[in-house]
Structures are given as structure tokens and as C-alpha cells.
């Protein structure tokens, strides 16, 4: 079956770190990060493109690392120095060869000040 699914995120102060994972199933392609806030539209946070690429929204560089396992079916996401803003729900997003885009079941990171 072709699916994403995502593990950590949680409540942590500011300044403070966590770790979340996205696991591919089914031919999906992990990608990388997005987030919506709310009342916000979700907004790209990371992505590993084609050849290993890294991307990363201004508002995380510095921060946040993303990465992947050797077989290419997880991508991780640490970060760290969080701040109240980064509180949001993060969505991995994923594609099926060159067609469909997959969207993880989202995770919850809350972020206090």
C-alpha cells in the first residue's frame, strides 16, 4: 500500500529539540517537510530533491536537518532551536514515481515560550 507515515513531534519549550520520521511504503518516494500553522496556509520547511539536493525554507536554516536512511524510504527531520512560530502541524510529502504526490497523516509540534 502505497503510504506515509510519520512519528514524533510533541510539546517542547523554546529553545528545545525534536525528531520526526516519515516512512515510505508501497513505491513512495519521500521528498521532505512542509507545515501549517493555524489560520496559515501550509509552507514548504525541507525537501531532498533529485541528486541528493537539499532545500530549506530561510525561516529554518541553521536549524533544522533533514536527511534520509541509506534505502531512501525514511526521511528524518531534526530540529533544533525551536521557537513559538515553528508550532505547527508538519506534513511529510512523498511521490509515487512521477505521478501522484503523497501526503503523510501530519504531526503535531507545539513549541512554548
Known amino acids: 500500500q502505497a503510504q506515509l507515515v510519520q512519528s514524533g513531534g510533541g510539546l517542547v519549550q523554546a529553545g528545545g529539540s525534536l525528531r520526526l520520521s516519515c516512512a515510505a511504503s508501497g513505491g513512495v518516494n519521500p521528498l521532505g517537510w512542509y507545515r501549517q500553522a493555524p489560520g496559515k496556509q501550509r509552507e514548504f520547511v525541507a525537501a531532498i530533491i533529485g541528486g541528493g539536493i537539499i532545500r530549506y525554507a530561510d525561516s529554518v536554516k541553521g536549524r533544522f536537518t533533514i536527511s534520509r536512511d541509506k534505502a531512501m524510504t525514511t526521511v528524518f527531520l531534526q530540529m533544533t532551536s525551536l521557537q513559538p512560530e515553528d508550532t505547527a502541524v508538519y506534513y511529510c510529502?512523498?511521490?509515487?514515481?512521477?505521478?501522484?504526490?503523497?501526503w503523510g497523516q501530519g504531526t503535531q509540534v507545539t513549541v512554548s515560550s
Open positions: 510529502k512523498g511521490r509515487l514515481g512521477g505521478g501522484a504526490d503523497y
